[in-house]
Every structure is written in structure tokens, then in C-alpha cells.
């Protein structure tokens, strides 16, 4: 009798065990806090992309900041020794006004807001701010962290410095009042680079891809992602663009057209995303 209560004592034991690796074994795993997978972020749109047109792009200019303002481009071009700011003819691609930056500056990112110039520098930790007319310098402003791309809500500033943040300057102290953490439904996102303000969101290149996200500002979320490989292939034959990679993103407001470039591309392309 004994040796049958001690037998079902230790059935009712692997019983219970079983059922509780069972529990354990099915959790959610979307809730799961050491997950990277968000599958509360619905997954971004797959943005459709077509080259409408062409214009001659300098190629010794290794593409960091692009935008477009009153019918001309303002780029902000890297490499030490050869970094510019430059105010470029759309058309014809000419170099209407440049200014060199000092050899050991590697410039970044670019933005135009009202009558100032905004510019980044890489791993120097500083910007700079330009009048828009003449490129004379006003200030410089400390970045503590890399400058990578800039954008403008016409407000405020947007700074992107490699990872998956975005940090929003106020223009006039220069000083950080908030930031975006960029992320689609399989998580935080990193590389987030050039910058550009399109109607409401933030279309960023990603480093090293042919990939360019459409960011929720409100959220940080990515609400749309464009592969633009096959269109670069056909656009720039025998071109090295995976060396020279895509770079640079300016949009005309009042004409609704987007422009893209890339680090010493022959080119820059108007695109269309659908």
C-alpha cells in the first residue's frame, strides 16, 4: 500500500512538472522583453520607386548633406582635405558658390532654414552656421555625438548620428529639446543617415544600402521602406555604387519632386515613391 501512495506522489509530481514546462515552454513571445521583434508596429509599406529624370552631379563630390531651396541644390560634401559646403545648379550640375571647410573637417549633413545654413561635421563634434546668402560663417555649435544627416521641419532641427536616433535641436539655442528612436515591427533600426522633411515625415538614407525609410516623426516609427538597387543597376551601368554608395536626399516643396544622389556620383536622379 505504501509503495502505491509513493507511486502516485511521484506521478502527481511529473505531472505537475509537465504541465508547468508546458506553460513556460509557450509564452508569448511578443511580449517577451528580450525580444526584437515589436509586432505591435505594423510593418512597413514596401515603397515602389521610379527614376523620371537625370541631371549632370559633380563626382568629386562625396555626398554627405543635400537640399533644395529657390531652385538650387545646397550640398554639404565629406573626406578631410576636401570637405565643402556648395550651392549647386540643378540643371547643369555647375558649382555656383563653394567654401572649403578646414582639412581636418569631414563635413556631414546639410540644412537650409530661412536665411541660415546648418552644418554638421562627422567625429570634429561641431556644426556650423552659415548666412545662406554669402556662406559667411555666424557661429559654431557643439554635437556630442557624430554629425551624420539634418533635416528641417521648418521649425526645428533633425540630427541623425549613426545609430537609430534622431535628435531635434532648437535652431536658435542650438541645444537638443527632444529626440526620435527609429524602429520598424522587428526593432530599433541603426545606420539612420542623410535626412530629408517630405510632407510630414523624415526620409532618411541607411548607410551603406540602397534602402531609404519613411519615418513617422510622431512615432519614430517606419511607416514605409523603398529598395532602390535595381533602378541605381539600370540608371548607372558599370558605376561602382556599392563603393560609391547612395547618399543624399532634396525635396522641392512647391514642385513636389524629390531628388537623389550618391558619394561621387556622375548623376542625380528625380524619383518618385508610390
Known amino acids: 500500500m505504501r509503495q502505491r501512495v509513493i507511486a502516485l506522489i511521484l506521478l502527481l509530481v511529473f505531472a505537475a512538472g509537465g504541465v508547468f514546462y508546458f506553460l513556460s515552454s509557450n509564452k508569448d513571445h511578443t511580449t517577451d522583453p528580450d525580444s526584437k521583434t515589436n509586432n505591435t508596429i505594423a510593418a512597413p509599406t514596401a515603397l515602389q520607386v521610379s527614376f523620371v529624370n537625370s541631371f549632370p552631379h559633380d563626382t568629386s563630390a562625396f555626398t554627405e548633406g543635400l537640399q533644395y531651396i529657390d531652385g538650387v541644390l545646397y550640398e554639404s560634401t565629406g573626406n578631410k582635405g576636401s570637405s565643402t559646403l556648395r550651392k549647386v545648379d540643378l540643371a547643369t550640375g555647375k558649382v555656383i558658390k563653394n567654401l572649403k571647410l578646414k582639412d581636418d573637417y569631414f563635413g556631414e549633413g546639410v540644412t537650409v532654414l530661412g536665411d541660415t545654413i546648418y552644418q554638421l561635421t562627422w567625429q570634429n563634434h561641431v556644426g ?97 521602406k523603398a529598395d532602390l538597387t535595381q533602378q541605381i543597376q539600370a540608371a548607372l ?38
Open 128 to 224: 556650423f552656421v552659415y548666412k545662406k546668402g554669402d556662406f559667411s560663417l555666424i557661429k559654431t555649435f557643439d554635437i556630442p555625438f557624430e554629425g551624420w544627416g539634418m533635416t528641417t521641419d521648418g521649425k526645428n532641427l533633425y540630427i541623425s548620428d549613426g545609430t537609430n536616433t534622431i535628435h531635434i535641436y532648437d535652431p536658435h539655442t542650438l541645444k537638443e529639446i527632444n529626440r526620435i528612436s527609429v524602429q520598424d515591427n522587428n526593432g530599433m533600426l541603426s545606420n539612420v543617415n542623410e535626412l530629408e522633411w517630405i510632407d510630414g515625415y523624415i526620409y532618411s538614407n541607411v548607410w551603406q544600402t540602397n534602402y531609404i525609410l519613411k519615418i513617422d516623426p510622431a512615432t519614430g516609427n517606419v511607416v514605409g
Open 237 to 274: 551601368p558599370g558605376f561602382d555604387w556599392q563603393t560609391n554608395v547612395l547618399n543624399g536626399i532634396a525635396y522641392d516643396a512647391a514642385g513636389k519632386k524629390i531628388y537623389i544622389t550618391g558619394k561621387n556620383w556622375p548623376k542625380l536622379f528625380e524619383v518618385k515613391f508610390y
